[in-house]
């Protein structure tokens, strides 16, 4: 069983940066992929990022591309949401979840961190 305890978040303006970290409780976290989904009001949860366990694999949504970069310290236990240049559209809660599968399912999530940009 993975835990995973998002934080980072908070109330930003556009063009502004934050960055998310996620910790994990599992001391195998290096075993796992991860992945950063968001979900805003009214709207389905999308995908925003995914590291492979290496980090030799890297994958973007096209809304985030250039503007985010996903990292991982699995010493720490930690995967990273660098965002930049960020938009009003980028406010959502944001959700790191860890998979056994590159390109499957999510097996793991945490609770999730509000991300606010005001115009």
């Known amino acids: 069983q993975v835990q995973l305890v998002e934080s980072g978040g908070g109330l930003v303006q556009a063009g502004d940066s934050l960055r998310l970290s996620c910790a994990a409780s599992e001391r195998t976290f290096g075993n796992y992929h991860m992945g950063w989904f968001r979900q805003a009001p009214g709207k389905e949860r999308e995908f925003v990022s995914a590291i492979s366990w290496s980090g030799s694999r890297l994958n973007y949504a096209d809304s985030v591309k250039g503007r985010f970069t996903i990292s991982r310290d699995n010493a720490k236990k930690t995967v990273y949401l660098q965002m930049n240049s960020l938009k009003p559209e980028d406010t959502a809660v944001y959700y790191c979840?860890?998979?056994?599968?590159?390109?499957?399912?999510?097996?793991?999530w945490g609770q999730g961190t509000q991300v606010t940009v005001s115009s």
């Open positions: 979840a860890a998979s056994t599968t590159w390109g499957g399912t999510y097996d793991y």
